[in-house]
């Protein structure tokens, strides 16, 4: 382990062991049945060494990159681990998890009869036996509520499957043979990262790949350390809250966080969070170290956060207080934690370094707007549910940059992908009516926040439940959701068509969808970063042109006047009516304050 790599082999290791994790992705992809994980990519890749330290994360959603507090527990719990082994688990409290859908499965590598690695695949399962299909039903009465809970269960001993531990799991979930299916894709896909290791140890040999990691590891501590060292000392508070848990109606749940930067040393205390809640946004401290982290490496240069390891997890410090909605404890329930209280620990951490490093973090995107539907399809006689995703609305601005459209949640940093319209009315007895960018929504600025979307469809099945339990930000905002002079993006807005009826739905509750029904989401924007009326002409043209802005917006908000056939900036009038806005500025600011 003394023997020292020279930084071109280190390179070369590095970049193998993060293909490796895309290679088990990519394997999943083309053999997985499970719709979320195949085209959405709820799913994480990793490779951790055997005590539990990050090597590599192939990661398309934050919340799952939770194996370095996972693999503890399995060495715990386990005296004797075998090659061929495969391990299980998905609770909050007795198996690190975030919330119950979310599996992780880990299979260890051992080279020369040593353990010296685990590979672990963690995705979003078909179902997981809760007490109704979808994880994301506000109706709760605790974690039992939200199917089951596998502490480190092995399943596979020596590549022998354990049919009466599995046999049992299957019986607990709904739509078992695409559970299973899924299963074996993932047992496949840890297979060839086994093979793929066991080669690169052939290749390199332990030594040196060991010594490699430890000065991965410590390049990355280091450049994390150098990046906070530049930032200014001093302490820093952010909050944000959701619109409620589901339970408790119309009182918003906040996180409070403390940023503490002293020298290269960065805390994040969470302890004046409200307390744990009755519905299911409530956080396992697990979730909220991943959300923290991401948040503090989106205001890092983009080749720091590149690889994501050790390094990156050792170079700052959590502080939480048990029973908050950020270190929730049994029996809490936890099914939208991903997606709510997710958000508002990101938005707290940018809203608290945004105030020592204001160039560097981004306006918050839109809140979650992606309501879980079930039903019968009467095309196959079947269950089908679904977390829908199209609907999702906008980054936020950064300073130079605009916000990316339909983007998807703030927890997921836009790493989920869209399924088309047409794969979505193969798999759904839906069909779609409207699917566009929601003009006007997002938040204006010098660089606006991505815009958000329309998505419509009518229920051409039986009656389907609507689950919003994982949907927010119709009734609250970001404080910071626009910076720099920048303006907020509008509200998230949900509504059940019935005839020539609409009724408006909330965040967190549930509806029932009639034959015939339609179901209509319309997301909000990103925040916008800086004035409007700085933003260039040519760029307030395009947005026009595309349909993101309104002649009127462009006109009124942004002091640009356009032909409405051409689209050409008339510039005279441009400067004119910039000139008088700024004038009028302060009283519209008091206007609109009112």
């Known amino acids: 382990m003394s023997q020292k790599v020279d930084p071109v082999t280190t390179a070369i290791l590095q970049d193998i062991l993060l293909s490796i994790a895309r290679q088990m992705d990519a394997y999943i992809e083309w053999a997985s049945p499970n719709f979320i994980t195949a085209v959405i ?6 490779i951790f060494t055997a005590k539990g330290e990050v090597v590599a994360l192939e990661s398309h959603i934050s919340n799952q990159s939770i194996g370095y507090f996972q693999i503890k527990l399995i060495l715990e719990e386990f005296d004797e681990i075998h090659p061929g082994d495969v391990f299980v688990m998905c609770d909050p409290y007795l198996g690190a998890g975030t919330h119950p859908p979310d599996w992780s499965f880990f299979r260890p590598i051992f080279y020369k009869e040593n353990l010296e690695f685990f590979t672990m695949i963690r995705t979003h399962q078909v179902d997981n036996g809760s007490w109704q299909p979808r994880a994301y039903n506000p109706m709760v009465y605790d974690i039992h509520s939200e199917g089951l809970r596998l502490r480190p269960t092995r399943i596979y001993q020596k590549d022998e499957l354990v049919e009466a531990i599995y046999t049992l799991i299957l019986d607990n979930v709904r739509q078992k043979d695409l559970v299973h299916m899924d299963h074996l894709a993932m047992n496949g896909a840890l297979k060839f990262a086994e093979k793929r290791l066991l080669e690169l140890l052939e290749k390199y040999g332990r030594d040196a790949i060991f010594s490699s990691l430890q000065q991965m590891w410590e390049a990355t501590r280091v450049a994390v350390k150098s990046e906070i060292a530049a930032w200014p000392d001093g302490e820093y508070e952010g909050q944000s809250s959701c619109d409620d848990d589901g339970m408790t109606l119309d009182v918003p749940v906040t996180v409070r966080v403390k940023a503490k930067i002293q020298g290269d040393h960065l805390m994040l205390d969470f302890s004046q969070s409200d307390p744990q809640v009755k519905g299911i946004i409530n956080a396992p401290i ?7 982290s991401y948040a503090v490496y989106c205001c890092f240069p983009p080749e720091l956060s590149r690889h994501y390891n050790q390094g990156s997890y050792d170079a700052f410090e959590l502080v939480t207080r048990p029973g908050t909605v950020t270190d929730a404890r049994y029996p809490a329930p936890v099914g939208a934690c991903p997606l709510i209280v997710a958000a508002q620990i990101l938005e707290a951490v940018w809203m608290a370094l945004g105030q020592a490093i204001p160039e560097k973090v981004p306006a918050a995107n839109t809140r979650p707007l992606c309501a879980g539907v079930f039903g019968v399809d009467p095309r196959k006689g079947r269950l ?8 999702e609305g906008g980054n936020g601005a950064l300073h130079g940059c605009d916000g990316w459209p339909n983007s998807g949640p703030t927890s997921a940093l836009g790493t989920l992908k869209k399924p088309s319209i047409e794969l979505s009315e193969v798999l759904l007895p839906f069909r779609a009516i409207r699917y566009q960018i929601h003009q006007d929504a997002c938040g204006h600025g010098r660089w606006r ?3 958000g979307t329309i998505w419509e469809v009518e229920n051409l099945g039986e ?15 970001c404080p910071m959701a626009g910076r720099v002079g920048g303006q907020p993006g509008k509200l998230n807005q949900m509504a059940l068509i019935r005839g020539s009826e609409e009724i408006p739905i909330r965040a967190a509750r549930n509806l029932t969808l009639q034959p015939g029904d339609r179901f209509r989401m319309m997301s909000g924007g990103g925040g916008g970063v800086g004035n409007p009326l700085e933003r260039d002409t040519e760029k307030v043209r395009e947005d026009v042109e595309e349909g993101v802005l309104s002649f009127q917006t462009a006109r009124q908000v942004y002091g640009v006047v356009l032909n409405a056939t051409t689209y050409e900036v008339d510039p005279g009038a441009t400067d004119r009516m910039r000139f008088e806005l700024l004038a009028t500025a302060p009283s519209r600011a008091a206007s609109e304050e009112r």
């Open 286 to 292: 697990s979730l909220t170290h991943v959300k923290a």
């Open 384 to 391: 089908v549910s679904y977390a829908h995703f199209w609907a």
């Open 41 to 46: 990519h709820d799913v994480s890749t990793g």
């Open 463 to 477: 009656e389907a439940r609507v689950l919003t339990g994982n949907c927010d930000g119709v009734t609250t905002i």
């Open 449 to 451: 926040g991505g815009p």
